[in-house]
Structures are given as C-alpha cells and as structure tokens.
C-alpha cells in the first residue's frame, strides 16, 4: 500500500502559473505510472497528464510523458525520484483549467491507457486551482 498527497493549488489569474506537486509514499513509487486529473465544477473527472515511473536503463522510456490535447505547450509533469515526487507545472493558465485537481498512481504500464481512471488505484486528495480572468 501507500499513499498519495497533493499540494500547491490556489489561484491566479490567466496567464499565469501554479505548480501542483504529488508526494508519494509506501510501495506506490515502485509502481508503473503516475498521472494527474481534473473535475470542473459540475462536469466530469478528466485526465491531463502523466508520466511513467519504470525504472530501466532507457532513460527516454523511464521518464516518458503523456499530456492531453488541451494542456500540451501549457502543462509540464516531472518527477523527482530522490524526493518521490511529481510535479504538475502549469503555465498560460486560463480559467477552463480551474477545478479540483488530483494525482493517481497504478501498477501497470501508461501507454496505452494513460488517461483510464479506472485503471488507477491509488488516489490522492483534490487541491483546488481557480483561474481568474
């Protein structure tokens, strides 16, 4: 088991940046994958990033990202190993990025289901981002 934490949320105003870190603990961090998701007000839980955390002699394998659509040249996701942190750093901020934003962690593989929140088994709480216009 292990757990998953979440901090760095608040507000700004667009165009702006926030950086949301994941601090992992327990047997998570020998997991496959980490991955960050977001829930507007009344809509639905949707993905935004993640990152692998395999550990091979490939580094282009061991720290291979995977970003949505909407968030790619905006977000960034890193990870810290001697921390056992990920980090979500977000820039060009607008206010369709405000919800609650959460991490999640699970055993197998990113690809090709990175963005499958049932395949996630661990999750942390939400910290909350609000963009202003």
């Known amino acids: 088991q292990g757990h998953l934490v979440t901090s760095g949320g608040g507000s700004a105003q667009a165009g702006g940046s926030l950086r949301l870190s994941c601090a992992v603990s327990g047997d998570i961090w020998s997991g496959s994958c980490v991955a960050w998701f977001r829930q507007a007000p009344g809509q639905e839980r949707k993905w935004v990033a993640a990152?692998?955390?395999?550990?091979?002699?490939?580094?282009?394998?061991?720290?291979?990202?995977y970003k949505a659509t909407d968030v790619k040249g905006r977000f960034d996701i890193s990870r810290d190993d001697a921390k056992k942190t990920v980090h979500l750093q977000m820039s060009k901020l607008n206010p369709n990025d405000t919800g609650m934003y959460y991490c999640?962690?699970?055993?197998?593989?990113?690809?090709?289901?990175?963005?499958?929140?049932?395949?996630?088994?661990?999750w942390s709480q939400g910290t909350q981002v609000t963009v202003s216009s």
């Open positions: 999640a962690a699970k055993a197998t593989s990113c690809w090709p289901s990175a963005d499958v929140a049932q395949y996630y088994n661990f």
């Open positions: 990152i692998s955390l395999v550990t091979t002699l490939d580094y282009e394998i061991s720290t291979l990202t």
